[in-house]
Each structure stands twice: as C-alpha cells, then as structure tokens.
C-alpha cells in the first residue's frame, strides 16, 4: 500500500513540474537575460544562447558564424565598445519566432540592435543578431 502511495505522489509531482514547465515556456520572455548579457558585454552567456550557425551582423559587416565564431566577434566587438546600457525598445513574432529591437550604448556611441530569435524543442536561440551605429 505504500509503494502504491508513493509511485502516485511521485506520478502527480512529475505531471505537475510538466505543466508548470510548459506554463513557464508560453509566458517566458527569452529577452530579459539576452539584455542582461548584452549589458554587460558579456560574449560568453551571450554566445550560450546562439543557435549552431547564425548571422551577425556588425557595422555593416555580415559573418555567417558557428557558436564559437559568434562568441569571439562579440568579444571583440564588446572590447572595442564596452557597454554602458542596453534596452529593448520594441518586440514582436508569433510562437515559433521572435524579433527584438534595442539601444546599445557602448564606448560612447549608441547602437541599434536588432536580434532574432526562433523557438523549438530545444528552446529558444538567436538566429540574427545586427548591430548598427544610429546616426
């Protein structure tokens, strides 16, 4: 009789951390910790959220990247322009794809960041990431 009470308390654990999880993933907004790292210049988290092969983008200078690729342009990009902020102005997309517009203001200039972003079973990775002197 215990083993039985046990496997259903574990049971309904399980079916409960599953729903909360994918109550979590519809309301999740992917662009928070994104902007936390562009902030901070941090190349590293930055890059965790890369998908394999990306498109970046950097004063008009297109790269068709790996990961690993993506990781040292931005390290170069945040060493040339440390950043002193960044906020989203504008979001959009629909369920499988999203796209962010933001100010970066680094090394004394402000740049427009556009990022985009595509959701699947492994989650969210950036697929796009531009960034562009405002001028």
């Not at 994104?34 to 008009?60: H, P, Q, V």
């Amino acid at each position: 009789m215990n083993r039985l009470l046990v496997k259903s308390v574990l049971s309904a654990l399980v079916l409960c951390a599953g729903l909360t999880a994918s109550a979590q993933k519809v309301g999740y907004d992917v662009f928070v910790p994104i902007s936390k790292y562009m902030r901070e210049g941090n190349a590293d988290k930055l890059a965790a959220w890369f998908a394999d092969n990306l498109e970046i983008t950097i004063l008009s200078s297109t790269h068709d990247s790996s990961r690993n690729q993506g990781r040292q342009i931005m390290k170069s990009f945040f060493s040339s322009y440390t950043p002193r902020s960044f906020d989203i102005n504008h979001t959009a997309g629909r369920s499988n794809m999203k796209y962010a517009i933001g100010s970066l203001n680094a090394g004394g200039e402000v740049f427009i960041v556009t990022i985009f972003v595509s959701c699947n079973d492994a989650g969210y990775k950036i697929q796009q990431l531009k960034l562009e002197r405002m001028e």
